[in-house]
């Protein structure tokens, strides 16, 4: 039997001392100039030049990360913009991350009604049955929405159970918006993202998805926007790794991510994307490092890490 | 400028003079023997004999039910399974049902935030932009999930309004457990289903997106569950068509499906999807035709339109 994915993730928190992801999401436009000026990368309006720039770009941040943090989570909306090379590339990807031993969440969002939720974890979340991608894995786990109840992620959670991977459902957004939908009021006194995060923690407790360290393979994505309400999911979902996206270019600091954490430190992951990916782009960086973007990135992947570490302990 | 997605619908529904579209979500076990027995399509545990045996299915059905009905739905979810080589598939499905003048809905029930909102929408609904494919056409309207409110389908919904697409938003979903979530009742005594539903209503009238007989190219998919609920959801979303699924295989009927559609018979379109491209595998149509396959279908297809024409008629 496969490892508990929750486990699995612990362990590699513990390893590299740090609740931390990096979240690749690329777009054309801002990648570094070393690499968008290559001869046969350099056409936007081409999507084999384009793609292969995008490419070239993540395979390089997952390198550069790679011995800072645990978990990468590649975002598959910026791939299948690319079509099905882009979503051949968004898969290369998924393995050159495994190759170097870092936890992968495929960030694809995904849900469906019965057979075609099947269809979805299938794809999104299991390793390949078939012969001819036998040395292929999927993601170690992926995001789900939540919007047709058990039926949309029952496949997902099968296969999370059986063969060691995890999802992570969406509870909470970090955007705006979201709180027109998330934030509405209940009858029973409870915002709707409270009943979904309910239903998450039913769905969570389930026979044999919980591993030895009480967490279960089946997390909640929970954007620190408020305080309060983030203290209540938590405790809500006891039993729920928090995958938290919005740090950096999405407003939220340290503090903010702070009550995603039980108080041993334990029950969150907190993701990076653009302030990281692009940090190349950002004058603090650009004044210590100039045009060596790859050392932009490094530094701010290291500065996450520790900016992190100050609100957050790592037993 | 485009013509308005509503519009073009509504001139498709009235030249076949049914309101239906069959869904196409092809499993390979289930494919005809006439197919799957084909010498380079018979091993199901290999991507590309299994794929392209789906997808000669699928291109088969898409020429039988064309002379039918107006709308083909194609879920992305099938083709995604087969990773890659799956998805140019799905494009390539997209395409064939193009040709043969069929409005096409590509069912990939997406959504996410901001910039990676847009790059599902330029994926999944626009033509592409690339000089590469610019012989290429994206579907004409796709599903999409409400979860993240509007910053989630506003990308989806600046390119309908230019480029004469649609968008049908997740509203009351046909499986079971969507009631887990959609129907949770609110605070406000309207249930969750509702409160997005008028969230719909008010995206569906903004400018630019209404075309000349009222309608929206914002439309939402509402399964036809029990009869009050259609008609306040109905009633709420007055500028939407409705994208109604679950009619045969999920147990909808005509009279079911009926209060979906206004007293002028039109702001609906019916789906049957395994009932119709499946029909070989039902005795009423296998005594009437044993193993020819496609007259199956064709009768199965035939008797949808003429089980609608009995409770809706197309002015």
Redesign the interface.
């Known amino acids: 039997l496969a490892d508990n994915f929750a486990d699995r993730l612990l362990k590699a928190i513990r390893s590299k001392q740090t609740p931390t992801c990096i979240g690749i999401?690329p777009?054309y436009n801002r990648l570094p100039a070393e690499i968008a000026e290559q001869r046969d990368m350099n056409?936007e309006?081409?999507?084999?030049s384009?793609l292969d720039a995008t490419l070239e770009f993540c395979r390089r941040i997952i390198r550069i990360v790679a011995p800072y943090v645990p978990v990468v989570k590649i975002?598959s909306?910026?791939f299948?913009?690319?079509?099905?090379?882009?979503?051949?590339g968004y898969?290369e990807l998924v393995q050159e991350a495994a190759e170097r031993d870092m936890i992968v969440i495929g960030d694809c969002?995904?849900?469906?009604?019965?057979?075609?939720?099947e269809?979805?974890a299938?794809?999104?979340l299991a390793d390949?049955?078939?012969?001819?991608?036998d040395d292929f894995v999927g993601p170690d786990a992926v995001t789900v929405?939540?919007?047709?109840?058990?039926?949309?992620v029952k496949p997902f959670i099968d296969i999370a159970r059986n063969d060691g991977k995890g999802i992570f459902v969406?509870v909470r957004?970090?955007?705006?918006?979201?709180?027109?939908?998330?934030d509405?009021?209940?009858?029973?006194?409870m915002r709707?993202c409270e009943?979904?995060a309910r239903?998450v923690a039913e769905w969570a407790r389930d026979e044999g998805l919980v591993g030895s360290a009480g967490y279960s393979c089946v997390g909640a994505v929970v954007g620190a926007k408020d305080r309060e309400t983030t203290m209540k999911l938590r405790a809500m979902m006891p039993q729920s790794i928090f995958l938290v996206p919005g740090y950096g270019a999405q407003g939220a600091g340290a503090t903010d991510v702070a009550q995603c954490f039980k108080s041993d430190g334990t029950g969150a992951l907190v993701t990076a994307s653009r302030s990281v990916i692009y940090a190349y782009e950002d004058t603090k960086y650009l004044e210590m490092y100039a045009s060596e973007w790859e050392k932009c990135v490094e530094q701010a992947c290291k500065d996450f890490v520790a900016d992190l570490a100050k609100v957050v302990t790592v037993a």
């Not at 390949?128 to 991608?133: E, G, H």
């Not at 929405?145 to 949309?152: E, I, Q, S, T, V």
């Open positions: 999401d777009v056409d309006m081409d999507a084999e384009a975002n909306a910026y299948e913009r690319y079509y099905w090379e882009g979503v051949e898969y969002k995904r849900a469906d009604i019965g057979h075609s939720a269809m979805y299938r794809a999104h390949p049955d078939f012969s001819n991608l929405n939540p919007y047709f109840g058990l039926d949309g969406l957004t970090s955007n705006e918006s979201g709180a027109t939908i998330q509405l009021a209940g009858a029973d006194g709707f009943a979904v239903l």
